[in-house]
């Protein structure tokens, strides 16, 4: 299992493009990934989860997975945390 | 207030009742339970799929700046429809509760829509408005499986569209008249509508906005009027036109017993269309010459696995036996393209199911099926005459190919010492333009022929009959459609070969004076026009007919058509 805190740095935080960007990184994984922030966890492969996260811009977040490709996983989120999700502007 | 709304009448009669507005997927379901907790989990998945497909296929056809708008969305939902924690929820629903698939989608939704409604962020709330599209997908795609409507008694159903099963449900439940905003008068829909005597107005996008449930509603499915709080007049022309409809239905009663003969002494042959037990009987009591075209689909459609030579056998020998020694027609199956398919026989996904694996092409394809199938139909010639008809026959060497299967059934059989007919006639359905035009190359391998002229006129004018936005261009009133026709039926004429149009235009009244001036000399149709067709046989005179054909030949457009048909009706 690997926790990873990660800052939610976009503009729009995690509405649902960048929700749907991040449960599709990880429906290329098969560890179990949860998204834990305001003293709430959701499942992270799970849309409606992460959308209901409601976390906006400057949250802090952590992410733990757990399963046989957790690091590969885990390195993939930062990752993707840290291009802010690909957005624009 | 009055108003009046006005679409295209599609099956003609006059309703009054309460409306009830069904709009597009929305989830009105009350809690329903079920014995078999596998199956609707199986039912539930199969939906999903179906969705999911739905969902590739239009992802597909979007390019450029609507690729990136939409597909963004497509993405969303996609994501939806396959999230883990809704699907878990609805499994858990169905499998713990017994809850229906139906019902476990809308608790799962409201649900959702508890914790989304109470969220701060008014983006992130809307979002329920993209969950609410999935799901209501999916509510549509188990509704398309089941065909389950609900109708009140009395009441008048006013909807998007409204699909063929759901009208036989909808009648059976005493539903008077449907209103829908999409359609158009020679989809399925509207066909069957006729056939049932269910008044029918499609084309009538103001009724969905403007009529609410329980508004009180006159319809009229012959002029496609339909009026909201009708007033006095309105109420009086109501009256009127059912006391119309009931004194044409007496008069075409009359006909029940009378011969199908033309002014000039010639009988006309009006054989039967048929699906049902009730069509067979109708059939019987109307005087058909038999059944010609009873169409096999139904009996794979109506059931979840693909029946055996014995439950075939059993159905073919049965609606011989109904027509007691008269001639049936079946119609070897015909799946693809517009018809839903539930035992997995037809392939999905084809890009273009129209011009797909179907009719004789499936069955070529899988011979163990379409064996068992010819097997089921020889054995049912043992019981009475029974001619078998191939359809989209699109070259000679499809028919050699039934053939030559046929013969191999037919010894078979005789070998196994069933008792079957000396002659089992094999006809072709001319329904692909390429069958029209090279039929004199393989005329002498059918002995008998079936024009499907609502096939024949799609193929021929590349003219989708269902696709609303293409409307009254899908006509068989075109130059090339009666030329061909004509070329057709001379030739099978010449040959001495039976012909019959077994398409809607045989079933239209109005058509009839065309296709007698052709040679045409059977008809088959559904047994709910048969009279009005008999009627207009009657009011023919056929050597007059003959001798104007080289005019009809001659118009160049639908109004030059339309011109002669006016002018031999005067």
Known sequence: ?89 | MRLAVSGHGASRGSAMGCARVRLPHVLEVTEQYVEDVEGELDRLHAAIDVVRGEMQALRKRLQGAMAQEIGEFLDLHALLLDDPELLQGLDTLIRNERYSADYALRLQRDRIAGVFTGMDDAYLRSRIDDIDQVIGRLHAALHRRDGEVRGVAGEILVADNVAPTELLQLQAQGVMAVVTAGGSTLSHSAILARSLHLPLVVGAPQALLKINDGDVLVVDGGTGLVVREPDASDLRDHRARTREYARERKQLNRLRREPSRTLDGVDIKLWANAESREDVAEAHALGAAGIGLYRTEFLFLNSNVLPDEEAQFRAYRDLVLGMTGRTVTIRTLDVGADKADRTGLALTDEPNPALGVRGVRLSLLRDALFETQLRAMVRASGYGPVRILVPMVCCREEMVAVRALLARVIADLRREGHEIAEQVPLGAMIEVPSAAIALPGFIGLADFLSIGTNDLTQYLLAIDRNNESLGELYTPLHPAVLRLLHSVITLANKQRKPIAVCGEMAADPAFVPILLSMGLGEFSMHPATMLEVRRAVRSCDLSRLRARAPALLRATDRAGIEKWMAAVAA
């Open chain 1, 1 to 89: 299992m690997i926790e990873r805190e990660l800052l939610v740095a976009n503009r729009l935080g995690l509405h649902a493009r960048a929700s749907a960007r991040l449960v599709q990184v990880l429906s290329g994984f098969r560890c179990n990934a949860t998204l834990i922030a305001k003293g709430r966890e959701v499942n992270a492969k799970s849309i409606m989860g992460v959308m209901l996260l409601a976390a906006g811009p400057g949250t802090d977040v952590v992410l733990r997975v757990d399963g046989e490709d957790e690091a590969a996983a885990a390195d993939a989120v930062a990752e993707l945390f840290g291009r802010n999700f690909d957005e624009d502007a």
